[in-house]
């Protein structure tokens, strides 16, 4: 067998694992999730639930990947002697291939922005055509499925150059250019008069917005934003270097995104404020609340254009991260070529997408349980899959998974992490399963917490 690729360099794998987690979930997620969940009393959870939980489930993936260095599904057959736990890997890869075609979607929403911040064309325009503008682009049909296709493509031919060549040296350029927009945007939200206002409503703990549903809501959002629970980090966790140490790797990682999805509510909530809107607009706080403040504000149109391609860059670091799931599958598995591999999957994650924009066309028959596809499958997956994968994963990492074997892996040999490997077995051997499971009966309407 050839060579296994692995990442170039100790900033190209911090790129890399970077890329992935901060994505839509930073950027379009996080500002309203925290502003619904008490603000500044959010954060504070959101904190020590990514420390305490995430870092050791991140830490989990990646050694179960290093230390198989297969694809999702054939580390966890490799690594265990019950037959049957390759089915946690073959979960995940439908995760990660199912999320990618309604990732793509709204990739191709950030394309039409950015086009239209090019032109101007929302900037004279009133909310009430904001909204229909964007309305009739969802209901157009063929304009969407053409800048998710280009989006797909994109993805795909980075993902076709291969590990190194292709997804390290992208995400090396990508995310110094994503830090750097994002800083300009912060910059820009200090002189607005909203600031203040903005601010407390981000940082402030106002206890009153804050309920028994925070934890579960942390701990939901660090999930996707950390892209847990689906063989993302096993997948990446093969390429990484043996003498790469994953201790500070998974803490760096994971201070950058909760850096990214704070510059993020930094930059949207004084804007927000200062041109009086409501704060928790929901999901709809990027798509349809902010053209309206960039058609407000003086420069918005430069801004406007810096933000979606913001958005763009995010999605797409993060979207090569899922297709490489697929692709590091398919092609192993089935001994393509790599291209080959990306071509089919790419083709598959088409077709699905497609589902997903049809099923968004006014008056579309394709309904299930009353939600359109797209929907349905951010339902599906953020409710089902993710909570059960990770659970899978830790149990594997914590019960099946030889203890000596996924010390040995974890540490290098006992080189690092020594104080803070009992701490992270305890946690991945007892706690999170407990906590998982709590979580995920909760959602299930089972139990209330
Ligand atoms: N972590 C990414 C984000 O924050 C989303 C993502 C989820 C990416 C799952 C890959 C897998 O947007």
């Not at 750097?180 to 600031?195: E, R």
């Not at 942390?218 to 270097?241: N, R, W």
Request: hydrophobic content about 50%; some cysteine; aromatic content about 12%.
């Amino acid at each position: 067998m050839a060579k296994r690729s692995t990442f170039g360099s100790r900033f190209g794998t911090i790129a890399v694992v970077g890329g992935s987690v901060i994505g839509l979930g930073n950027i379009w997620r996080f500002p309203y999730v925290a502003g619904e969940n008490g603000g500044g009393a959010f954060l504070l959870v959101y904190v020590l639930v990514s420390f305490l939980i995430s870092v050791p489930i991140m830490l989990s993936e990646f050694t179960v990947g290093r230390a198989s260095r297969r694809n999702s599904m054939r580390a966890f057959r490799k690594l265990s002697r019950i037959r049957g736990w390759q089915l946690t890997g073959y979960l995940g890869i439908a995760t990660a291939f199912t999320i990618l075609s309604f990732y793509s979607v709204i990739a191709g929403w950030a394309l039409e922005f950015i086009r239209q911040s090019f032109t101007g064309e929302f900037m004279a325009m009133d909310p009430e055509q904001i909204k229909e503008n964007f309305d009739g682009f969802v209901a157009d049909g063929w304009r969407p499925f053409l800048l998710t296709l280009t989006f797909v493509a994109a993805t795909a031919v980075i993902v076709a150059y291969g590990i190194e060549k292709g997804i390290e040296r992208f995400n090396k350029t990508a995310m110094p250019l994503m830090l750097v927009i994002l800083l300009i945007m912060c910059a820009n939200a200090v002189t607005l008069p909203g600031f203040g206002e903005g601010m407390s409503f981000l940082l402030k703990p106002d206890l009153s917005r804050a309920g028994g549903g925070t934890l579960l809501q942390a701990i939901g959002q660090s999930f996707f934003s950390l892209s847990l629970g689906m063989g993302i980090m096993v997948t990446y966790g093969s390429y990484i270097k043996k003498q790469e140490n994953m201790f500070r790797l998974s803490g760096t990682v994971v201070i950058a995104d909760m850096a990214v999805a704070l510059l993020s509510g930094i930059a949207i909530f004084p804007a927000v404020f200062s041109f009086g809107i409501s704060p928790t607009a929901g999901p709809e706080l990027v798509f349809l609340t902010l053209p309206n403040i960039f058609a407000q504000m003086t420069g918005g149109q430069v801004l406007s254009l810096l933000f979606f391609v913001l958005l763009l860059a995010a999605a797409i670091t993060s979207s090569m991260s899922l297709l490489e799931v697929v692709v590091a599958y398919v092609s192993e598995e089935f001994r393509l070529r790599r291209r080959t591999a990306t071509v089919i999957a790419s083709l598959g994650v088409l077709a699905m997408a497609t589902l997903c924009l049809v099923s968004q066309m006014p008056g579309s028959p394709l309904e299930v349980a009353g939600m359109n596809v797209f929907d349905l499958l951010d339902h599906v997956t953020s409710t089902y899959m993710i909570p059960i994968g990770g659970l899978l994963i830790v149990i594997f990492a914590g019960w099946v998974m030889n203890r000596t074997l996924f010390r040995q892996e974890m540490t290098n040999g006992g080189t690092y992490g020594a104080g803070l490997y009992g701490p992270v077995r305890a946690m991945v051997k007892f706690v999170i399963p407990v906590v998982i499971t709590i979580l995920f009966l909760n959602q299930l309407g089972l139990i209330r917490v």
